[in-house]
């Protein structure tokens, strides 16, 4: 399992925020639909930010180290 299987598996959901937010990309979970993080360039660090926001920094590398590297840059 990569990160983004197993963030799709967790509920994430990419989408696109639009212009304006320094990135097109964004994520909101389906625990908090009403809330969305935008901003960032790709679907993997909109991944990778979500993976760090859900478990915290450090927890998060370990939770990486975990997942196959094809998806963790």
């Known amino acids: 399992m990569n990160l983004e ?6 509920g994430v959901e990419i989408f696109d925020c639009g212009e304006g937010w ?11 639909s009403n809330c969305a993080v935008c901003g960032f360039r790709t679907a993997n660090a909109a991944y990778k930010r979500w993976l ?3 478990f915290g920094k450090h927890a998060g590398k370990a939770v ?9 840059k």
């Not at 299987?5 to 967790?10: G, P, R, T």
């Not at 320094?22 to 908090?32: I, L």
């Not at 990486?64 to 963790?72: C, D, F, G, M, T």
């Open 64 to 72: 990486a180290k975990l997942l196959k590297p094809s998806n963790v």
């Open 5 to 10: 299987q197993f963030a799709k598996d967790a």
């Open 52 to 54: 760090e926001d859900t």
């Open 22 to 32: 320094g990135g097109r990309v964004g994520y909101r979970t389906k625990d908090s």
